[in-house]
């Protein structure tokens, strides 16, 4: 069987630490737990407002983690410096606006094809593993391709608000949608990874296309791990993920 990559994002638990401005619950520790469950990656968002990873919460990770960190950022001057200080394993580059509650939506690449080519030039001289994430539309993965990103993540977040409104003749469009945007991705020399808004109830037929490398989960998981735990929650996952790619 050819094992699917697990990242687990750990921002929430940083947002339910901040809400009382104290010092707990720690992602860190949330992180070394995720590693301990099997986790084969950490995924953290620096965003501009700092609404809830911070930049200690960064250099902390940086000592402490023994599996790659994946460090989504948008695309800005002070994002591409703490990058290129810390080197992580790999930088996910998103799309960010202070109103939103959460990633909306995929990176326009696209429309700021130079821009973005000449931003990520430096991390991969870096050694870092460039990632955009992005909706499954071929302009933009094409786009992704050509300013010579290693991988593209595609957005899940549409499929599985579908499936939460139970309209599932579109949530089944979407995930065709999907399926073959990660063909086409992987056809161009792209690894395909994909994320936002799984659930245990919806990574089924995501983990099952085989061109998608990587799923990173998050905010689901740590949500269930409020009523059984974060290992348990992860274990589960992993299950699933393994099931539907047998």
Known sequence: MDLLRLGVNIDHVATVRNARGSAYPDPVRAARLAEEAGADG??????????????????????TLTVPLNFE????????????????HAVCIVPEKREERTTEGGLEVAREENRLAHFIAPLAEAGCRVSIFIA??????????????AVVELHTGAYCDLHAEGKFAERDAELQRLR??????????LEVHAGHGLTFDTVGPVAAFPEVRELNIGHFLIGEAIFVGLKPAIHEMRRLMNAARA
């Open 180 to 189: 073959e945007m990660s063909a086409f991705a992987h056809s161009l020399g």
């Open 42 to 63: 950490i995924t953290a968002h620096l965003r501009e407002d700092r609404r809830h990873i911070t930049d200690t919460d960064i250099e902390r990770l940086m000592e």
């Open 136 to 149: 499954a539309d071929a302009a933009q993965i094409e786009a992704a391709a050509r300013i010579g990103a």
């Open 73 to 88: 950022m948008a695309a800005t001057d002070e994002m591409q410096k703490i990058a290129l200080r810390h080197r992580p």
